[in-house]
């Protein structure tokens, strides 16, 4: 009888040993995911999706996610090529495109892109102006992401853009670039002006030509302006335009005055 029940206790417990065996065999890889697997140390290929079966103590396998990752570079502190000292951050968009590559050429493909794009950002940078940095982002941004893309393709990465976030400035240099961009609107405004005067001339003398040729407009011209002051009942100052006009143009202005006191 004793004996029985050993059996049954050896049974239950062998069969309980195959379960968890069994359970830790399997594993189910998703969609977005790969194993690498390792047999007895050597590298036998890569597993998923799906469900896999793990020999335990024979295989080893390491889980490598193929989703975009996206790592935020800290501000790096980058002196430009015309010595102006600037704070740049910036986001970096990858993914895995083999996995065998990322676990078998660098220990910790994470770490060492993040560490790579910090690197490569204060490079790449550093050899512009600050013009061209404030004005060139999108070229910037594709010169850093073309760099790490090649420098990251041997661990099976590919880095598919690069966008710097932020570029801080020191006060001194903001000053200067608002004293610098006022400047440049002042003389703007002056070029206007000039140009303004010039039209307004040009057209004066294409006036004082075409008068020239008619002077009998020139005449009813000055009678227009004489009639306009007059109705706005204002000091009348004439400078008549010819000497034989002179005396016609100061007996208007004074029968006007004389209007003007006669008035209630």
């Known amino acids: 009888m004793a004996d029985d029940v050993l059996v049954y206790v050896v049974a239950f417990f062998l069969i309980l040993f195959f379960l968890i065996l069994f359970g830790s065999a399997v594993k189910v890889v998703r969609e977005y995911e790969r194993r690498v697997m390792f047999s007895l140390g050597r590298l036998t290929g890569t ?12 295989n080893r396998t390491v889980l490598i996610d193929l989703r975009t990752l996206a790592i935020d570079v800290p501000k790096q ?13 910036a986001v970096v968009y990858y993914r895995v495109i083999d996995p065998q590559k990322a676990v078998v050429q660098v220990q910790n493909y994470m770490l060492a892109t993040n560490l790579l794009a910090q690197t490569t950002l204060r490079d ?38 690069v966008t710097m976030r932020d570029v801080s400035l020191p006060d001194t240099m903001v000053r200067a670039i ?11 405004s002056r070029v206007i002006m000039a140009e303004g005067e010039f039209q307004a001339a040009q057209k004066m003398l294409d006036a004082a030509k075409l008068y020239q040729g008619a ?10 302006t004489l009639a306009e002051i007059a109705r706005e009942k204002n000091l009348i100052i004439v400078t008549p335009t010819a000497a034989s006009g002179t005396g016609d143009a100061v007996a208007m202005a004074a029968a006007i005055t004389k209007g003007r006191n006669q008035e209630p």
């Not at 940078?125 to 393709?153: A, F, M, P, Y």
């Open 77 to 89: 502190q980058i002196v430009t090529r015309d010595n102006v000292s600037v704070q740049v951050d």
């Open 178 to 188: 608002a004293k610098q961009a006022e400047a440049e609107r002042e003389r703007r």
């Open 124 to 161: 790449v940078l550093g050899q512009v102006e600050l013009d061209d940095l404030l004005s060139k982002r999108e070229e910037l941004n594709k010169r850093i992401q073309e760099h790490l893309d090649t420098q990251t393709d041997p661990w099976g990465i590919k880095v598919q853009s």
């Open 47 to 58: 597993k998923g999706p799906g469900v896999v079966f793990i020999w335990p103590i024979i």
């Open 215 to 224: 002077p009998s407009a020139m005449k009813l011209r000055e009678l227009q």
